[in-house]
T-cell receptor
């Protein structure tokens, strides 16, 4: 089954403790993105990647890092999480720049 | 600044009725416009993608229209079902070369009641 898998689905952690949210897709897609979704603000792009080793900042990259060492994986790293990064995070992939995005089921992060 | 505005913010309709959701955008140049459905607690799912040259596209009971001259799109849902209760998000892809970012609307929350 074609899918985008995020882990973990839920995480409660404390300020300053580094964490990584993994994202993996099994569709051999070139494009992958990370978004955060907050009430009243909609989906906002954090980072995106056009291919292996090619990444770029989205609208809200501060406090986040990404890497794309393999085509299927696109982890999101919070080096020193802060409470304002409490949010619902989505990873997405698409095969062509004009194609539909496939989203994961989300990761709900709570940073105390 | 590129923007996508959706209306209404929320809508309640009776099961079996039709409804229309609106999307206005200022993104220019424009490549394509997408509608997504997002169930509570899940990731968005693509409903339609329309390019500049397309006026209408259907996906079952969902029909999207596009007027590129007025920069408006609508999503029409026919014979609504309880499972249509969700947020509907309009997304526009700019047409600039090398641009891979998408501009998202904040969504319309639809509630279908028995």
């Amino acid at each position: 089954e074609a899918q985008v898998t995020q882990n973990p689905r839920y995480l409660i952690t404390v300020t300053g403790k580094k964490l990584t949210v993994t994202c993996s897709q099994n569709m051999n897609h070139e494009y992958m993105s990370w978004y955060r979704q907050d009430p009243g603000l909609g989906l906002r792009q954090i980072y995106y990647s056009m291919n292996v080793e090619v990444t770029d900042k989205g609208d809200v990259p501060e406090g986040y890092k990404v890497s794309r060492k393999e085509k299927r994986n696109f982890p999101l790293i919070l080096e020193s999480p802060s409470p304002n990064q409490t949010s619902l995070y989505f990873c997405a992939s698409r095969g062509q720049s004009e194609g539909p995005q496939h989203f994961g089921d989300g990761t709900r992060l709570s940073i105390l | 600044k590129n923007q996508v505005e959706q209306s209404p913010q929320s809508l309640i309709i009776l099961e079996g009725k039709n409804c229309t959701l609106q999307c206005n955008y200022t993104v220019s140049p424009f490549s394509n416009l997408r509608w997504y459905k997002q169930d509570t607690g899940r990731g968005p799912v693509s409903l339609t993608i329309m390019t500049f040259s397309e006026n209408t596209k259907s996906n079952g009971r969902y029909t999207a229209t596009l007027d590129a001259d007025t920069k408006q799109s609508s999503l029409h849902i026919t014979a609504s079902q309880l499972s249509d209760s969700a947020s509907y998000i309009c997304v526009v892809r700019p047409g600039r070369a090398g641009s891979y970012q998408l501009t998202f609307g904040k969504g319309t929350k639809l509630s279908v009641i028995p």
